[in-house]
């Protein structure tokens, strides 16, 4: 009977941490400021979508997983392709 105990409280320990977890995970971070895009692309409020793509380009060259680059590195430059572009009034689908 101590066994079975013992056996549902870390089963329910399990469960309230992994409840606990996948909320933190749901939240996520916070959107990347428009600024912030900017920063990592090198550009400024007056390029155009091509200044962006062009800056995109040259940072996935470095960045991408399959140059050597990391995973995180590049979706943080795809994320600030993204909302540099949405800012601009051209979408991703655009490309």
Known sequence: ???????????L???WWARGWLRARSAGEPAMSLD????????????GPEAIRRAHRA??????????GAHGEAAR???AR?????ASGKGTRDL
Do not use: T, W
Not at 1 to 11: D, G, P, Q
């Open 36 to 47: 912030e895009a900017r920063a990592i692309l090198g550009v400024g409020p007056a390029d």
């Open 77 to 79: 430059v795809n994320a």
């Open 1 to 11: 009977m101590l066994k079975f105990l013992i056996l549902l409280a870390v089963i």
């Open 82 to 86: 993204d909302v540099a572009l949405a």
């Open 13 to 15: 320990g399990v469960i």
């Open 59 to 68: 940072l996935m060259a470095v960045a991408h997983p399959d140059r050597g």
